[in-house]
Structures are given as C-alpha cells and as structure tokens.
C-alpha cells in the first residue's frame, strides 16, 4: 500500500512543481531571486465581469482559458491538458477565498494550490468523479514520506454549484473552509512539530489535470477515480471571484538563510532603494490597540459570500501573540526579521 501512495503523492508533488515554473529552490541553492510580493491587500477579482487582469494572474498551463459571465472558464478538452492560472505575486500568510465550480469527467482533477519556492503547499483537491466531495492537504517542504496529510469533506453538489474555498493560513494554525464552515484545522505542532508545516511565502495556482490520464502511474490513477475519457469531455471548472488577504505584504520576499523556516524571510517594502522594511512600521501594521491583527485575525471572514462565515477561530489575542512569536514563549517579533 505505501509504495502505491507514495506513487501518487509523488506524481502529485512533481504536477504542482511543474505547474508553479520554479527552477530555483532556495533551501537547496544559495542566491535565488527574491519572490515579488502582493501590496495590495486586500486583493479581489471577480472573473464574470471579463477581466482577466493580467497584472496579477498568468496562463500557466495548456488547454483553454476564457473570461465570460461564468468567470474564468478552464477547459480540458483532450489528453495533455492542464489549464491553470497562478498569480503573479506571492503572500506570507493569510487567506486565500475561492468561488469556484468543479469539474466533472473520471480522473479529472480540479485544484486550488498555495504552493513555495522550497516545496511548502496548501490544496484544495476536487475529483471529477465525485460530485459530494472535496479533498484537502498540505505538504511542507516536498516531504512526501507522510501518510497522514490528506482530508475528505462531504459537500454536495460541486459541480452544478458554486461553493465558497477559503484557507486560512496563520502562522501556528491553518484552517480550510467551505461555504463559511471550518471542515479542517492543522496545528503547526501536528506536522512533525512544525518541521512540516508550511511557513513560506506562496503563489496561488488555480486549475484542472487529469490524474486519471492512461499515462499516470497506477496510484495516481487509481486516486484520481480512474481512467479519463476524453471523449467523454470537454471537462470545464469555473472560477468566478477570488479574494486573497496577505498576512504581510510586502514588494518582496526572499530567504534570509537556507532553513526553510517563517522567521528566516526577508521582506523588502518597496524596489526603491532603502526600502527596506523597518521595525517599527511592522509593529504599527501587526499590532492595533484592539490586539487584533488587520487582515489576519479576521481573515476567515468571507468577503465574497455573504451569510454564514465564521469569525470565531477562537484564538483571539492569543493568536496575535503566536503572529509575534511563533513558537515558545520569547517576545521575539517577526518585525525582527525585517531588514
């Protein structure tokens, strides 16, 4: 059974590499290039109005992507395809909402993905062949010796309507919801006392594979639901708006060392020269007299869909705390961090 699993978390971790187009990874090679961050945070775009902006989001795959009144529409259409979308900019920390339809069609794989530089990864995964449910996981670093990572959600009806995806990525919890309601927590303590729990500046990738291609391992398929038939397609997801708050923005990011760790990165607060971001500007943005955190505390608040979004996480000030420190109990600020 493990070599089996081990084929498809394999095949699944080189599909996001690929989609992502990195080719310097900075916890394996020293002098990789600084990742452009998102300023504008809070970000929305809503697709069904047309706009593509282009600013932000790239085509990064094959197969068809239109813009109509059914937001991005992403189509696999035959064998080789992979139409997918990914963002410009990278965020540290925060959250990510996505209104979105799924694809149908065996073995056709439609995914929402806040994927690093070093192999740190946050998905959504929705199966073709299942129209009741919805997957999660979470990979840090690449490390796929874990079998413990994935999770499976009932909701019912993913591809004839509209669900709201939100992650919620803080740095000692991450949380998944659907529709407003928490279905997933992760503690960063529970993935390898935080060894495995992703920490590193992402890009959001949005798009559609087929896991059940013929020419797949055996595992990969046999996760995707089966074999593919493309005759049976065209397959087409819909993404109709995507709300994304950076927990810190920044212009850039980079990797102050090669540990891989949320306190080793660097952020830069504009391209100008002496823009370095300084102490005391992230302690105003980080911390509001109400002990909140802006854009992060409230983040699992959704700004797309309107009722029903929890607010309660149930960390409070407690959370700010762990924004400052991590891990352990000294008063040791990101905002250190910043150079």
């Excluded at 990525?169 to 998944?176: A, G, N, R, S």
Aim: proline letters at 5%.
């Amino acid at each position: 059974m493990l070599p089996r699993l081990l084929l498809v978390l394999s095949a699944l971790v080189a599909f996001a590499a690929g989609q992502s187009g990195l080719d310097c990874n900075p916890i394996k090679t020293s002098g990789c290039p600084p990742d452009k961050g998102l300023t504008n945070s809070p970000y929305n775009v809503d697709f069904t109005k047309g706009t593509t902006d282009w600013a932000s989001w790239t085509a990064v795959g094959t197969g068809s992507v239109l813009y109509n009144s059914d937001g991005a529409v992403l189509t696999i259409a035959k064998k080789g395809e992979a139409p997918t979308i990914a963002t410009n900019w990278y965020i540290f920390f925060g959250r990510v909402e996505v209104l979105m339809r799924a694809a149908p069609g065996t073995g056709i794989v439609s995914s929402v993905v806040l994927g690093s530089d070093d192999g740190d990864e946050i998905d959504w995964e929705i199966l073709g062949g299942n129209n009741d449910e919805v997957q999660t996981n979470y990979f840090g670093k690449g490390n796929v010796t874990l079998f413990n990572r994935g999770g499976k959600t009932p909701v019912h009806d993913v591809q004839g309507r509209t669900h709201s995806y939100v992650i919620d990525w803080q740095i000692d919890q991450l949380t998944w919801y659907v529709d407003g309601k928490a279905v997933r927590t992760l503690k960063k303590e529970d993935a390898v006392g935080g060894l495995n729990y992703p920490q590193t500046p992402t890009k959001l990738r949005i798009g559609s594979w087929a896991g059940g291609d013929s020419d797949n391992a055996p595992g990969t398929i046999a996760w995707a639901g089966g074999v593919t038939d493309y005759t049976k397609g065209p397959f087409t997801m819909y993404v109709e708006k995507v709300s994304v708050t950076n927990g810190y923005p920044a212009a850039s990011y980079s990797y102050g060392d090669m540990s891989g760790s949320w306190d080793s990165i660097v952020l830069k607060k504009d391209d100008g020269a002496g823009g370095s971001q300084s102490k005391e500007d992230m302690v105003d943005s980080a911390v509001r007299e109400d002990g909140g955190s802006p854009g992060v505390a409230s983040a699992t608040n959704s700004s797309l869909s309107s009722p029903s979004t929890s607010s309660a996480t149930g960390r409070g000030d407690g959370h700010v705390s762990s924004c400052l420190l991590g891990v352990g109990s000294a008063l040791v600020p990101l905002v250190l961090y910043f150079r």
